[in-house]
């Protein structure tokens, strides 16, 4: 891999690297060389309607950790799948190990019977809004939220923070932050019905999953009366297999040799796409395993090296990937999903409606 230094893009991996696999040692001879350019902040900056009109010109092919509806950019796994040492999140494998086992210290109908998020609330509107529906002396919407606070969990040393210990309700709450957030796949993988508040943003897994089946859906501008409905009918319902379901993607579809798999066949249709030879430019400086760990300390080194690929995959790739959906297969599964979401909003309704009635006014969120 080589760095030109003499790129004016803003360098911003400096807190948030990955050991993204080196395809000479995974796939020996299996990738040919390309050129690519990555960002790494989380908003995605290619607007598709800056890209129309008679002077338009082709959108520049930009990788990043998510996608959104309205731009165009490719999505790329995110650094936290290699670990995450400012906050003592380690590699994927190793916290995804934990959390199997963390699973089977509590039962879902031995867990608290409420619904669960704990973040930085303050990187976006809408989870500050999300604090809203905490539990307080004048009503319960049936969820414990919980701020976290970075500074003091790093002086405690992070003992109120591994993602193995917080499996401890049966409900889970997704919600997107500054864009797209990292939390997604460990909320998922905790055997809790997860809770996603409607996401604008995609990674590169999240649209294989459906509601209903892996998860359970909630309203953006409707948050504290929908996860109230939510856990009142899962209570009464008992849904710990959509938890389970949710917890059975992500183990079984997002175990690295996959991701490593995503990563290989995306890079091999992306060099397809070149047309022009990759050439090494003036003034680039090579960036290999060793000279990353040369440059690093303490748990960063430690997380490189438990992370770092160091041989290649028994299988010949490291998957095969399936063809792409037909339009009409797309659109239908597009459809399935939207009336999910449609059938579960109109349940909640429902519900509010009867309680309104009961109350002789209507409750309104705080």
Same mark, same amino acid.
């Given at each position: 891999?080589?760095?030109?230094?003499?790129?004016?893009?803003?360098?911003?991996?400096?807190?948030?690297?990955?050991?993204?696999?080196n395809?000479?040692?995974?796939?020996?001879?299996?990738?040919?060389?390309?050129?690519?350019?990555?960002?790494c902040?989380?908003?995605?900056?290619?607007?598709?309607?800056?890209?129309?009109?008679?002077?338009?010109?082709?959108?520049?092919?930009?990788?990043?950790y998510?996608?959104?509806?309205?731009?165009?950019?490719?999505?790329?796994?995110?650094?936290?799948?290699?670990?995450?040492a400012?906050?003592?999140?380690?590699?994927?494998?190793?916290?995804?190990?934990?959390?199997?086992?963390?699973?089977k210290?509590?039962?879902?109908?031995?867990r608290?019977?409420?619904?669960?998020?704990?973040?930085?609330?303050?990187?976006?509107?809408?989870?500050?809004?999300?604090?809203?529906?905490?539990v307080?002396?004048?009503y319960?919407?049936?969820?414990?939220?919980?701020?976290?606070?970075?500074?003091?969990?790093?002086?405690?040393?992070?003992?109120?923070?591994?993602?193995?210990?917080?499996?401890?309700?049966?409900?889970?709450?997704?919600?997107?932050?500054?864009?797209?957030?990292?939390?997604?796949?460990?909320?998922?993988?905790?055997? $809790? +019905? &997860?809770?996603l508040?409607?996401?604008?943003?995609?990674? #590169? /897994?999240?649209? =294989?999953?459906?509601?209903?089946?892996?998860?359970?859906?909630?309203?953006?501008?409707?948050?504290?009366?929908?996860i109230?409905?939510?856990?009142?009918?899962?209570?009464?319902?008992?849904?710990?297999?959509?938890g389970?379901?949710?917890?059975?993607?992500?183990?079984?579809?997002?175990?690295?040799?996959?991701?490593?798999?995503?990563?290989?066949?995306?890079?091999?249709?992306?060099?397809?796409?070149?047309k022009?030879?990759?050439r090494?430019?003036?003034g680039?400086?090579e960036?290999?395993?060793? $000279? +990353? &760990?040369?440059?690093?300390?303490?748990?960063?080194?430690? #997380? /490189?090296?438990? =992370?770092?690929?160091?041989?290649?995959?028994?299988?010949?790739?490291?998957?095969?990937?399936?063809?792409?959906?037909d339009t009409?297969?797309?659109?239908?599964?597009?459809?399935?999903?939207?009336?999910?979401?449609?059938?579960?909003?109109?349940?909640?309704?429902?519900?509010?409606?009867?309680?309104?009635?009961?109350?002789?006014?209507?409750?309104?969120?705080?």
């Amino acid at each position: 891999m080589w760095n030109n230094t003499a790129s004016p893009i803003k360098q911003e991996t400096s807190s948030r690297y990955g050991v993204f696999c080196n395809f000479s040692t995974c796939s020996p001879g299996k990738i040919q060389d390309l050129e690519l350019m990555f960002r790494c902040g989380d908003k995605t900056v290619i607007q598709k309607y800056d890209m129309q009109g008679s002077v338009a010109t082709s959108p520049p092919v930009l990788f990043q950790y998510c996608g959104h509806s309205s731009t165009t950019n490719i999505v790329f796994p995110d650094w936290t799948f290699w670990g995450w040492a400012e906050i003592n999140i380690k590699p994927w494998e190793v916290v995804l190990e934990g959390m199997v086992e963390g699973n089977k210290k509590i039962k879902w109908q031995d867990r608290e019977p409420y619904a669960y998020w704990r973040g930085n609330p303050h990187v976006s509107p809408s989870r500050e809004d999300l604090m809203k529906c905490n539990v307080s002396d004048k009503y319960d919407w049936l969820a414990r939220l919980y701020e976290q606070n970075w500074g003091e969990e790093r002086k405690q040393g992070y003992k109120h923070s591994k993602l193995e210990d917080q499996c401890t309700h049966r409900y889970k709450i997704y919600i997107e932050g500054n864009s797209w957030s990292v939390s997604e796949k460990y909320i998922l993988a905790c055997d $809790s +019905m &997860a809770l996603l508040v409607k996401p604008e943003y995609y990674d #590169f /897994f999240s649209r =294989s999953m459906e509601p209903m089946l892996h998860y359970w859906p909630i309203r953006t501008g409707n948050k504290c009366r929908d996860i109230k409905f939510a856990v009142e009918w899962g209570n009464n319902h008992s849904v710990d297999a959509i938890g389970k379901a949710g917890s059975k993607f992500i183990q079984e579809s997002l175990r690295m040799e996959y991701v490593y798999g995503y990563m290989f066949h995306l890079f091999k249709e992306y060099v397809k796409l070149l047309k022009f030879k990759p050439r090494i430019p003036a003034g680039a400086v090579e960036i290999s395993s060793e $000279s +990353m &760990a040369s440059s690093l300390d303490g748990s960063r080194e430690m #997380f /490189f090296e438990e =992370s770092t690929v160091k041989s290649p995959g028994e299988a010949p790739v490291p998957c095969a990937a399936p063809p792409p959906y037909d339009t009409h297969t797309l659109q239908k599964t597009i459809q399935m999903k939207e009336d999910a979401r449609r059938q579960v909003e109109m349940w909640g309704d429902e519900y509010w409606e009867k309680f309104s009635k009961k109350q002789q006014k209507p409750l309104s969120p705080p």
